[in-house]
């Protein structure tokens, strides 16, 4: 956590009057009614101090990007590319691994699948889910988009994992603690030796931006 963070501010306030506030509350038992009301106050202070301390923590946490893949392009011909798509480890480090496509058009997509949380979930710090759902090419020319063969791959092809986007869908009332479930998509245009972050945001879904000072020199000039 940052130090200048607010919430930190927030919830060394909580601890300066939690401290005064037990000693008066459950300190000596000859202290008077009045001075123990005003423990007994400062505590209450400190825990709603503390609330809104984790409250601004995780509020803040919307704005932290997480990274779920890398693309790397390379041009086999006129709108046509292999793109490399790479993806960060998973759970307990296992990694990911990367694989390629083969990419006609003018820009990449990829698209996401994606689930909020309700109360008490949220408040208790759990992430929004994603998973990746396809990768495929796209034309800026939209009579072209409707006529040529569209490249299109799917990135989550594993019968065997569950998904739980889908049985949100089929078996709502049994997963009350599922909020919103929808798709998210972002595109960036492809040119040789283009490489890409992809990015993903509890606040906005997925974005993408350049990886490296020559992309973004590339998409500056236009």
Excluded at 81 to 95: D, H, K
């Amino acid at each position: 956590m940052d130090a200048l963070s607010p919430s930190l501010w927030i919830a060394v306030a909580a601890i300066i009057l939690a401290v005064p506030g037990l000693g008066m509350a459950f300190g000596s038992r000859g202290l008077r009614p009045l001075r123990r009301l005003l423990g007994l106050a400062l505590v209450a202070l400190s825990l709603v101090s503390g609330l809104l301390a984790f409250t601004v923590y995780r509020y803040l946490q919307l704005f932290e990007d997480r990274q779920v893949a890398i693309i790397e392009l390379k041009q086999e011909g006129p709108q046509r590319f292999r793109a490399t798509v790479v993806l960060p480890p998973g759970p307990a480090g296992a990694p990911q691994g990367e694989r390629q496509f083969v990419l006609s058009g003018d820009a990449w997509q990829i698209d996401a699948r994606v689930l909020r949380w309700r109360l008490p979930a949220a408040l208790a710090g759990v992430p929004s889910l994603y998973r990746l759902d396809r990768i495929g090419g796209r034309y800026d020319d939209i009579e072209r988009e409707r006529s040529v063969l569209r490249t299109v791959y799917a990135l989550d092809d594993d019968p065997r994992l569950p998904d739980l986007w889908v049985l949100k869908r089929e078996f709502s009332r049994w997963l009350p603690y599922v909020d919103a479930q929808y798709g998210s998509a972002t595109f960036m245009p492809m040119f040789d030796g283009a490489r890409y972050e992809v990015l993903f945001n509890d606040r906005g879904g997925l974005l993408a931006k350049p990886a490296d000072e020559a992309t973004a020199a590339r998409l500056r000039q236009g």
